[in-house]
């Protein structure tokens, strides 16, 4: 199957709307692809924290319209990326968006782990609550953004609920961005499971965006690799690969369920 991963460069000149349709047209272009992957906040940036009230959105509002639409005109399962949701009580979370290639919306993820350290995000935007897999019909894959990389409970969840992939948009910064590949790495050398990561370039809010999106195989091999500015990653991957890693290293029967902190 055929993976194309778009890395968008954020420009803050750059009108919401008008990125949006740009990207549309940018995923209209990936006609043939089996899935096709956005960065997490694209819309406004994911550092563009003062902008998130004003930019926020219903689930099923202008962004969830044109990606359903750029997904249904190009026939592929889309991973829209994440935009700032509001929900009806005025809560904010970072959620992402699944199409199917019919433009339906098939899954829906609000980011568990937010980033800031008490401030940011991890203030202004509310928690998730559920881990999400995605049905697609030639590699299910599990759901995470940015900084759920850093905990890899999260993917073993994933891969107890059938995920074969971890599909990964971010908004990395590059002061980070070692941290960025080997994460995706490590997370796809320890679940046996291919690594699809996509991020932005740009710059949000003066902080610049490490790019370098990555699709890493179940053995952890960097199968490729963008550079820092705004960029199409095309890659061909074998779902089959998936089962043929666990069988021939059996490393995940191995786990040990249930272990208590040590005695003292």
């Known amino acids: 199957m055929r993976a194309s991963l778009i890395q968008i460069a954020v420009d803050p000149d750059e009108a919401v709307d008008t990125r949006r349709q740009r990207v549309a047209a940018l995923v209209r272009e990936r006609r043939g692809a089996d899935l096709v992957v956005l960065p997490e906040l694209w819309p406004v940036g994911a550092f563009a924290y003062e902008l998130f009230a004003d930019e926020a959105e219903p689930l099923e509002g202008p962004t969830y319209a044109a990606m359903a639409e750029a997904a249904r005109?190009?026939?592929?399962?889309?991973?829209?990326?994440?935009?700032?949701?509001?929900?009806?009580?005025?809560t904010l979370f970072n959620t992402s968006l699944v199409f199917s290639p019919a433009g339906e919306l098939?899954?829906?993820?609000?980011?568990?782990?937010?980033?800031?350290?008490?401030?940011?995000?991890?203030?202004?935007?509310?928690?998730?609550?559920?881990?999400?897999?995605?049905?697609?019909?030639?590699?299910?894959f599990g759901v995470a953004t940015c900084y759920d990389l850093r905990f890899p409970e999260l993917f073993r969840g994933l891969v107890d609920a059938g995920a074969l992939a971890?599909?990964?948009?971010?908004?990395?910064?590059?002061?980070?961005?070692?941290?960025?590949?080997?994460?995706?790495?490590?997370?796809?050398?320890?679940?046996?499971?291919?690594?699809?990561?996509?991020?932005?370039?740009?710059?949000?809010?003066?902080?610049?965006?490490?790019?370098?999106?990555?699709?890493?195989?179940?053995?952890?091999?960097?199968?490729?690799?963008?550079?820092?500015?705004?960029?199409?990653?095309?890659?061909?991957?074998?779902?089959?690969?998936?089962?043929?890693?666990?069988?021939?290293?059996?490393?995940?029967?191995?786990?040990?369920?249930?272990?208590?902190?040590?005695?003292?």
């Open 166 to 264: 971890f599909v990964v948009p971010a908004g990395w910064p590059a002061r980070r961005r070692e941290h960025w590949t080997l994460l995706a790495r490590a997370r796809a050398v320890e679940n046996q499971a291919y690594v699809l990561a996509c991020g932005t370039g740009g710059t949000h809010a003066g902080v610049e965006q490490a790019g370098h999106s990555i699709v890493v195989d179940p053995w952890g091999e960097v199968l490729a690799e963008a550079g820092a500015g705004e960029e199409v990653l095309d890659v061909e991957l074998d779902p089959a690969k998936v089962t043929a890693t666990r069988d021939q290293f059996p490393a995940l029967k191995d786990r040990l369920l249930g272990l208590s902190a040590p005695r003292r």
């Open 73 to 90: 005109d190009a026939g592929v399962w889309l991973h829209a990326g994440s935009i700032v949701e509001r929900d009806p009580d005025g």
């Open 106 to 140: 098939v899954r829906s993820y609000r980011k568990i782990h937010r980033f800031g350290f008490d401030q940011g995000e991890a203030v202004l935007m509310a928690p998730g609550e559920d881990l999400v897999t995605v049905p697609h019909p030639e590699l299910p």
